[in-house]
């Protein structure tokens, strides 16, 4: 079964830092890998999709790398915003009909 | 991307009624859909896989009779909370996949639904 791991389960940075959130999984067969932010009581908005073939993904300030041997991924985020502030979740696609096992969050606050 | 649709957003209902929640894929046929719960402060958790023309295959713990899930075409599923209880208000969103696009295919979510059971 497979499970995903976030760590730090929250973060507090002061604005313009740049921070790194992880996620790792125990079954390194996935086929993709998402990392989402849910605003409080809001749905999930799509971040970054890897591929299993692929090491990382950029778009604007992020950054998420993808080891799968390790189970490992992480997201970067340049230059923090207090409207970063968010509950970051990384969801891997593995198994038949390529479920996808949510991690455990990482919530963070950006300090203006 | 593609869209996926839920409705309600939100809806409040007594104890003991039931209620339906729907997931329509817009812009493509799902041959599979997801369906996860969320309490608070807590992450989301796959409650079934909802496949079209077949039966719902439901995780661990999750009860079959209670949270019906019904798949009865490519665009649409629908879950239906029976006799409601306090204990399942819950952040309840859906998922779907597009078929025929490769193994590697992005999940697309619809915006969830905020049940309240009072």
């Known amino acids: 079964k497979q499970e995903v791991t976030q760590i730090p389960a929250a973060l507090s940075v002061p604005e313009g830092e740049n921070l790194v959130l992880n996620c790792s999984f125990t079954?390194?067969?996935?086929?993709?890998l998402q990392w989402f932010r849910q605003d409080p009581g809001k749905g999930l908005t799509s971040l970054l999709l890897?591929?299993?073939?692929?090491r990382e993904q950029t778009s604007g300030r992020l950054n998420a790398s993808l080891d799968k041997s390790s189970g490992r991924s992480t997201l970067y985020i340049a230059a923090s915003q207090p409207g970063d502030s968010a509950t970051y979740l990384c969801?891997?696609?593995?198994?038949?009909?390529?479920?996808?096992?949510f991690g455990t969050g990482t919530k963070l606050q950006v300090i203006p | 991307g593609a869209v996926v649709s839920q409705h309600p957003s939100r809806v409040i209902c007594k104890s003991g009624t039931s209620v339906k929640i729907e997931c329509r894929s817009l812009?493509?046929?799902?041959?599979?859909m997801f369906w996860y719960r969320q309490f608070p402060k807590q992450s989301l958790m796959l409650m079934a896989t909802?496949?079209?023309?077949?039966?719902?295959?439901?995780e661990q713990g999750v009860e079959k009779d209670k949270f019906l899930i019904n798949h009865a075409s490519l665009t649409l599923s629908t879950l239906t909370v029976t006799s409601a209880h306090p204990e399942d208000s819950s952040f309840y969103i859906c998922?779907?996949?597009?078929?025929?696009?490769?193994?590697?295919?992005?999940?697309?979510f619809g915006q969830g639904t905020r049940l309240t059971v009072v």
């Open positions: 998922s779907a996949r597009a078929p025929g696009r490769g193994p590697n295919t992005e999940a697309f």
């Open positions: 079954d390194s067969a996935i086929y993709n």
């Open positions: 890897i591929q299993s073939s692929q």
């Open positions: 969801a891997v696609s593995s198994g038949g009909y390529q479920k996808v096992t």
């Open positions: 812009d493509f046929q799902a041959t599979t």
């Open positions: 909802s496949n079209e023309g077949s039966k719902a295959t439901y």
